[in-house]
């Protein structure tokens, strides 16, 4: 060794292995995953990245009109009539209706449902409202072949009025003849969207015949329970 010699080496090489250099935050796995999911949600299109983030359908509370085409709730027109000798009744109306609508809201995922009957004054007409706070399929009549039976119209119709959906039974009746109206009548009637469905089932023929007005009740409560 030279004294008063000294020189400046480059540093040796680490004594472990080497260390990596840092990935760029899109380069991790978790976040290109996730940026994976959320481009191809986009993509697709599907809800279900909506709804979970947003926790699914709406479980709001739902509550029926006091009264709807014309109809007092089931319970109020009881009681007008006979509040004592109706008591029975009108508890089981609200037992039912309540039981109805828990079973209504478990089928849409825990949805906000309300059922709730109708009828007139004098205990003749009634209806049912089912209201949901989630979308529900179209409503469906079965295929008749109406040539092949004989029959004017099928047995099960379809008929739309504007933004409802209804279901008529049709009286049998002879090809180039009209069903009886008296014996005709409507057994349901919906409309549905994205957040909402509403419904109406006749509880009875009586006053229930004309899809058009059964159509326009929907209606009403469609206005009256989604505003």
């Not at 020189?7 to 899109?26: M, W, Y």
């Not at 529900?136 to 959906?165: C, H, M, N």
Request: with cysteine.
């Amino acid at each position: 060794m030279t004294e008063g010699f000294s020189q400046d080496f480059p540093p040796g090489p680490p004594s472990g292995p080497p260390h990596p250099a840092p990935r760029p935050p899109l380069a991790r796995p978790v976040v290109a995953g996730l940026i994976g999911v959320l481009v191809g949600a986009l993509l697709v299109g599907v809800p279900w990245l909506v709804l979970g983030l947003l926790g699914g359908p709406s479980g709001q509370t739902l509550t029926a009109p006091a009264n709807l085409g014309g109809l007092s709730r089931a319970q109020d027109a009881i009681a007008k009539l006979d509040a004592v000798r109706g008591k029975a009744q009108i508890d089981r109306i609200g037992k039912t209706d309540e039981e109805t609508a828990a079973r209504v809201s478990a089928a849409y995922d825990g949805a906000g449902a309300v059922v709730q009957d109708y009828q007139d004054e004098r205990l003749l007409r009634s209806f049912q409202l089912v209201a949901v706070r989630a979308p529900s399929p179209e409503l469906f009549a079965p295929y008749e072949d109406v040539q092949a039976l004989g029959i004017a119209k099928p047995g099960t119709e379809l008929v739309r009025v504007g933004d409802v959906q209804c279901l008529v039974h049709n009286d049998p009746a002879a090809p180039g003849s009209a069903p009886d109206p008296d014996r005709s009548f409507v057994t349901n009637c919906q409309r549905t969207g994205a957040g909402l469905t509403v419904a109406v089932r006749s509880m009875g023929t009586e006053g229930n015949r004309d899809p058009r007005e059964l159509a326009g009740i929907v209606e009403q409560a469609w206005q009256e329970i989604g505003s």
